[in-house]
């Protein structure tokens, strides 16, 4: 059964700072792995999708890793911004391309 | 063009009745996912309709929950006898259902239950 921890759960830096956020899988057969943004009382935004073949993904200052020997993701956001602010989930999907499983998210606070 | 799109936006009901969400999916897209978001917590997945195929039921958590999806398209997520522990956003995503499999999510119905 996939499990999905993300660590820390909470995590607060200065603005400008770079930082990473850590996502891991317990069952290496994935299809995909997506990052999301929520921001309180919204639904999720999409930033980043990595295929299983796939090592990276890069879009402005978010870049995401994928490691599936080792069963895990990172996502790292360069020179943090307030605007920043926000929960940040990862989901993976089995490598049947059906179930997708949420991690519990980290929730961020850049500090101006 | 247009996102997946959620009514209501809110609801509150009260202990016992049923209530039915609903969700319209971005147009072509042939896969549609329905979640559960408790207070502080993660997603929980609930239901996932890919065409034609038999929906994928394993995370209904009761069954007071259930769903249809007709013309496949527009969804309806429909709770029975509803409890104060259904209080919940219920958030719809849907996506194409071959390469990425990239999921867009609607803004999500606030369900609270009296």
């Known amino acids: 059964k996939q499990e999905v921890t993300q660590i820390p759960a909470a995590l607060s830096v200065p603005e400008g700072e770079n930082l990473v956020l850590n996502c891991s899988f317990t069952?290496?057969?994935?299809?995909?792995l997506q990052w999301f943004r929520q921001d309180p009382g919204k639904g999720l935004t999409s930033l980043l999708l990595?295929?299983?073949?796939?090592r990276e993904q890069t879009s402005g200052r978010l870049n995401a890793s994928l490691d599936k020997s080792s069963g895990r993701s990172t996502l790292y956001i360069a020179a943090s911004q307030p605007g920043d602010s926000a929960t940040y989930l990862c989901?993976?999907?089995?490598?049947?391309?059906?179930?997708?499983?949420f991690g519990s998210g980290t929730r961020l606070s850049i500090r101006p | 063009g247009a996102g997946v799109s959620q009514s209501p936006s809110n609801k509150v009901t009260e202990k016992g009745k049923d209530v039915e969400l609903r969700c319209d999916p971005i147009?072509?897209?042939?896969?549609l996912y329905w979640y559960r978001q408790s207070l502080g917590q993660g997603l929980e997945f609930l239901i996932y309709?890919?065409?034609?195929?038999?929906?994928?039921k394993s995370g209904l958590p009761s069954d007071r929950f259930s769903a249809e999806r007709t013309g496949g398209s527009v969804s309806t997520l429909t709770i029975q006898r509803t409890q104060q522990e259904d209080s919940a956003v219920y958030l719809c995503?849907?996506?194409?259902?071959?390469?990425?499999?990239?999921?867009?999510f609607g803004p999500g119905t606030r369900l609270t239950v009296t």
């Open positions: 990595i295929q299983s073949s796939q």
């Open positions: 309709f890919q065409g034609n195929s038999a929906p994928d």
């Open positions: 069952d290496s057969a994935i299809y995909n």
């Open positions: 989901a993976v999907r089995g490598s049947s391309a059906s179930k997708i499983i």
């Open positions: 147009s072509g897209h042939t896969a």
């Open positions: 995503a849907s996506s194409e259902a071959r390469d990425s499999y990239e999921q867009y």
